[in-house]
């Protein structure tokens, strides 16, 4: 079978083909229009599986399709918790099926980023890892011996969406002062705006800082500080053997020094270990995570049901 992997973030959304061998055929991205609603992003989504399949000559029947969100398909078959908030409360997973008359493998984006970095990428060899995606959202996954670990609820590693802040803004999650809120790239440029009154992206932010802006300097510190504080929440709970972060944020080198400092300054331990490792498979963890939990799915349904269409 060939494998299709999709990840749907919240700017972009990318697609790849792989061989029965593992090898990228055939991949593309297209904008993710989540302000054109619900049905653009299904009928986007859907096309840019076809056109990914007919990249191969291959039929749909010759696939499995995995789906990387920025959410999580509860119990009832309804999306959940999605930063791209016009998925939630519909049954993304059912709909793209039917749309394509196909089965659809469907899990939360940070648990394909972990996975795939335990499988190809810089979390090889290590048996409890911890995944964080920081991008415009900030999300989490938890991967043990190889295999993602949902939780009761489907939210296990969802520490983006912890309180950390009463005095905070409300969160689409509908929770107060979120770590999202804190260490996102749309949450530190969020705070900017709010004191400065200039909408500036966060590389820009950056660059500035190292120019020796001072407002954006304190900005950037503000972020190294408050990712000390966030990620050694998660040392403290569950103690990782391993910690590797993806998303655009994860490019800062500063994380890997000045950040893991700030680890060490909130741990509740003074000789923290753990490693904080950059992700290896860049930009490519979701998709290659998504064809693999498509492949899975297909050989070896797990909890929800697959869902099955006539002529599927
Ligand atoms: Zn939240």
Redesign the pocket.
Known sequence: MLRIGVDLGGTKTESILLSPEGAELFRTRIPTRKTEGYAKILSDTSELIRKTAAHAGASLNDCTIGIGIPGIVGPDGLIMNANTTCLIGNPFQADLGRALNHPVAMENDANCFTMAECKLGAARGFDFVFGVILGTGCGGGIAINGKVRRGMHGIAGEW??V?VDPAGDL?????VG????RISGSGVENRFEKQTGAGLKFAEIIRRADSGDSVCKEHFEFFLEEFGRCMALVVNTMDPDAIVIGGGLSKIDALYSEGVARIKKYAFTKDLRTPVLKNQLGDSAGVFGAAWIGEARNAAPRGRPVLRFPGG
């Open positions: 983006g969406h309180s969160c689409y999650s509908g929770i979120c770590v999202e809120s």
